[in-house]
């Protein structure tokens, strides 16, 4: 048998999880008023090299690479910003009237990682990215937006954790002051640092190997190095997040694994003992000059992206009242003649939107009664060749356990008086994906 590759999986009866998370993505979406993007899956391999970086480890040892027919090197995108910056640049989406512009995306991604829990090869992203604004107050929409779809979902025990690396001169004081402290311990650190010593100082924090080192925990913090105008950004960030009630905590030593990044970075985790090791759900923060090195004009901006597969975790464990998956009416059938009547009346039903289902396997009558038990019918309608001479059908209501005799010509707005009646009643069940 062919079994799936390693580091991907298949969506089943989780899928429903899946579905919840989305509808709050676009009803959150809606209200900060991001517009949807939608871009390739695969690109240019030198986009991701100019714009997650070099020497990161996403681009140096996690790109899916392939040299297509005609000779052109491509890879699997690994994350969405960069695709979403060229498709902005591409389509000059710079000149539309709307300011900032304001997008988001959900999509598959992948990257060469190590499987664990929480970490695939193929994953899911919800993505936003604002450009336009270089404006603090824009930073702390962008982790609103992120803490209102946690809040939608009702998750709880998330913390957003929040630093600053500054721009451009606050980033090249921080390198110098990193690369004076590395300087009389790199030779004993990994090759990788060495390199990253080298090329790009910031990236040996990220490093997985020296990580524990004395070294590494007594290096310089990006606060120290801020200019004026890159500390004041950051604490007015703060008092934005403050006005909407976001409580958020401030951790000098979090850098992020891409390159683009300046200003604030951030990210949301939950706690270990839902997800272990792998439990930032989401990560994000301000790249102001990555228009700009992809070809594009100077354009600030600010995004985020979750991991799908983590959140529906983190959701399982928090127990998500998942909404049962009912049908309206089943259709037993009991003869041939009443099954293209059924047929009939259940593509009518269907259209007045009247979720319906029906026999199709010849059952034995107890055996469909037991299928639309596993379909959850709210009703059961009973339809043999006597119901049809009568133009009638015997309904039997699951819940109150009534049965009764109608008219088919009736059925339909019986059926939607008493749907309608149901959901009226029920103004306060206002739980999970309904909400
Ligand atoms: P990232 O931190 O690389 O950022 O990924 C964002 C989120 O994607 C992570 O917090 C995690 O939840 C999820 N994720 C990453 N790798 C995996 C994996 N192998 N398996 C499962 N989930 C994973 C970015 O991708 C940036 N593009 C975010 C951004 C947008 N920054 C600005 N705009």
Redesign the pocket.
Known sequence: MIKRMKGTYDITSDIRYYQAIEKQIQKVSRLFNYQEIRTPHFEQQALFHRSVGQDTD?VSKETYDFKDRGGRMNTLRP???AGVVRAFIENKLYAEPKLPQKYYYLGN?F?Y?RPQK????E?Y?F?A?AFGSNHPAIDAEIIAYAVTLLRGLKLKNVTVHLNTLGDKASKAAFEDALKNHFKDDIEHMCQDCQTRYQENPLRILDCKVDQDKAIMQSAPKTIDYLTKTDQKHFTLVQDYLKAMNIDVIVDHNLV???DYYTHTVF?IKVSKDLLGS?N??????R?NHLVETLGGPEVPA??????I??LVMALKENDYPLVEDAIHLYLLILDDTARLKAVEIAQKLRLGGIITELDYMEKSFKAQFKQSAHHNARFVGILGENEVKENQINVKDQQSEVEETIALDDLYIELAQKLTKQRDDCKDCDKGESS
């Open positions: 996403i994350e969405g910003t991604m990257r990682e929480g970490r695939f090869r994953f992203q993505g990215e992020r694994g891409l990210e792998q930032a759900i989401c990560g994000g923060g790249y600010v995004g985020f992206a979750f991991g597969e983590r």
